[in-house]
């Protein structure tokens, strides 16, 4: 099965912008634990760190004509999507299993992702 786990966490730019080396050196070895015990249970698909919210552009929805586009993301809040991965792995409770080795400051979303043909 596939899954997208989502990695947010409150004023997340900021805060890493203020981490210092033990602790920036701390979040890559959960990154790289997390890989690790992927790897062992399925596969790392893919995945990214994002740019700050900032930077994003959200297109808003309209029943008809022209959809407005407005700077930053949707959601009024603080807390920041900083980054994805789409893994492959046996079920959610591996998902699950795996995602808590990600940094703990970080509040992981684990979804299933649907397949859809288009």
């Known amino acids: 099965m596939k899954f997208v786990v989502l990695m947010t966490e409150d004023d997340h730019y900021a805060k890493w912008d203020a981490a210092d080396d033990e602790l920036k050196q701390r ?9 690790a015990a992927v790897a062992a249970r399925g596969e790392v698909l893919g995945g990214e760190a994002l740019a700050a919210p900032d930077q994003a552009r959200t297109v808003q929805p309209a029943p008809e004509g022209e959809r407005a586009v407005t700077d930053g993301p949707f959601a009024e809040t603080v807390e920041q999507l900083g980054g994805f991965y789409l893994v492959e792995l046996p079920d959610l409770e591996t998902a699950v299993e795996v995602a808590r080795l990600l940094p703990r400051e970080y509040t992981i979303e684990v979804r299933p992702v649907v397949g859809i043909d288009v």
């Open 27 to 35: 979040v890559v070895a959960d990154f790289h634990a997390f890989d």
